[in-house]
């Protein structure tokens, strides 16, 4: 998580100090109007700044992964940005509104506007006359924006609403970036803020017209069909193989993509459960925790046309060590099927113990899993909640002796993860050596 937060804040104090360099606090002392103008101004650049660069991310920068450790922290991170801005875009707005209300109620006296000496730059003059439309605008593109965030963030809203409603945010951002352009005060254009400012839009009004024409992740996408189904009914998971038209630019195992089986669904990440055979070919395992993902097995069938578009993530089992412990839980199980499959072929020397725990064994599961395993030399540990108990930090660091030498990759439900780490954390582990795929990514 420390790449997220150094981001998140780090773009917060940048924002935070251009600013400050550009603008006296209070230029007039402690009085009220002074105060709210510096809380507007400071508000919508922390606000427009930090949804900028949410926009950036939404357009899956794999360049960007390796600094952000993987797609899936790049997504966390957009997350929260857009949180972020929906917080600042609140308290921009109720400084703005909240005065004129108080003002209208009596509680405050608006004091008299000193003379303005009339602009003779053109430019100038054009944005004093878009002063009115810009605050309309921005506005309603922040009722819109609000609407839209909340959606967002409420998980039971169905996933091909979300999946369309959301895009709507590029719209809306383009709106704001307008009211941003033209509100913005014009002695920030001259200063570092306002050049930081610029790009920051810039890049952020590319990618939302880019997700808006459909453009985000184009050039990763890749069209195939189902060649075969294999659905595994005690663990609902299905098993789902697909064949390509044209070459698959080749994965690292732990590595995963975003699939489309249906465009009124639109494209859901799944972990790429298979090392890379060079043949054309991946395989994804998906469990039924949805009501989409529940239906598959009905909905799927083999031929079935089938976009995806990857691979991201780096959650790709590189360390120093040689010494690696691995816990899947539930179907976080995927990226080590694949690691499996690709030590199989090419050894890589370490020792490993794979820990799977789950609540719904399927024998037929649990046997390949064991196949991979021994033809991978992984020692595998299998766990069933109801026979076993919860698997915890004890009770792996009983069964793997020299657990400290050893780094600890994770795959499964947040909470489980975030047990683990705070456990082995407690007991002496690094917290760069805990490596944990975040497995929620809405």
């Known amino acids: 998580m420390k790449p997220i937060q150094w981001s998140y804040g780090g773009l917060l104090l940048l924002l935070t100090l251009l600013w400050w360099l550009a603008d006296p606090l209070l230029p007039n002392g402690y009085e009220y109007f002074a105060l709210r103008t510096v809380a507007i101004n400071y508000t919508g650049v922390l606000a427009i ?36 801005g929906l917080v600042l875009a609140l308290v921009h707005w109720l400084w703005a509104q909240g005065t004129k209300w108080a003002v209208g109620w009596g509680w405050l006296v608006k004091p008299p506007r000193a003379p303005r000496v ?21 506005e309603w593109a922040f009722y819109a924006a609000t609407a839209l965030i909340v959606l967002a963030l409420v998980k039971r809203f169905p996933y091909h609403l979300f999946h369309k409603t959301h895009r709507l945010l590029a719209l809306a951002y383009l709106a704001l970036v307008f009211h941003s352009v033209v509100l913005t005060p014009l002695h920030y254009w001259s200063q570092p803020i306002g050049f930081v400012l610029a790009l920051l839009m810039a890049l952020g009004s590319i990618a939302a017209v880019a997700s808006l024409l459909g453009r985000i992740g184009q050039r990763r996408k890749l069209a195939g069909e189902i060649e075969a189904l294999e659905h595994f009914a005690d663990n609902r998971v299905l098993k789902v193989v697909v064949r390509f038209q044209a070459r698959w ?10 699939v489309t089986f249906s465009e009124h669904e639109g494209a859901h990440p799944f972990t790429i459960s298979s090392g890379w055979a060079n043949d054309g070919r991946l395989t994804f395992m998906i469990k039924g925790i949805g009501d989409y993902t529940a239906r598959l097995p009905g909905l799927l069938h083999a031929g079935d046309a089938v976009v995806v578009e990857g691979p991201y993530g780096c959650f790709e089992f590189a360390s120093g060590k040689q010494r690696q412990i691995w816990v899947g839980g539930g179907i976080g199980i995927t990226p080590f099927i694949a690691r499996m499959q690709a030590l199989a072929v090419q050894p890589d020397g370490r020792e490993v113990d794979l820990f799977y725990s789950t609540a719904e064994p ?43 030498q050893a780094d600890v990759w994770f795959c499964g439900p947040g909470g489980f993860g975030q047990a683990l780490r705070a456990g082995f954390v407690a007991r002496g ?14």
């Open 49 to 84: 700044g930090v949804m900028s660069v949410a926009m950036v991310l939404a357009l899956r920068p794999v360049r960007l992964e390796p600094l952000l450790d993987g797609m899936d922290k790049s997504y966390r991170l957009h997350k929260w940005l857009g949180i972020a």
């Open 362 to 404: 399927d024998e037929v599961f649990v046997q390949r899993l064991q196949h991979d395993a021994q033809a991978a030399g992984v020692r595998l540990h299998v766990l069933i909640s109801a026979r076993d108990g919860r698997l915890d930090v004890p009770r792996i660091c009983a069964a793997v002796p020299d657990w400290a």
């Open 429 to 442: 582990l690094a917290e760069k050596d805990f490596h944990q795929e975040l497995f929620d990514m809405r």
């Open 249 to 258: 630019p080749g994965h690292q195992a732990g590595q995963f993509a975003f």
């Open 118 to 138: 009339p602009p003779t730059d053109a430019l100038e003059i054009f944005l004093r006359a878009q002063r009115g439309l810009a605050e309309s605008v921005g």
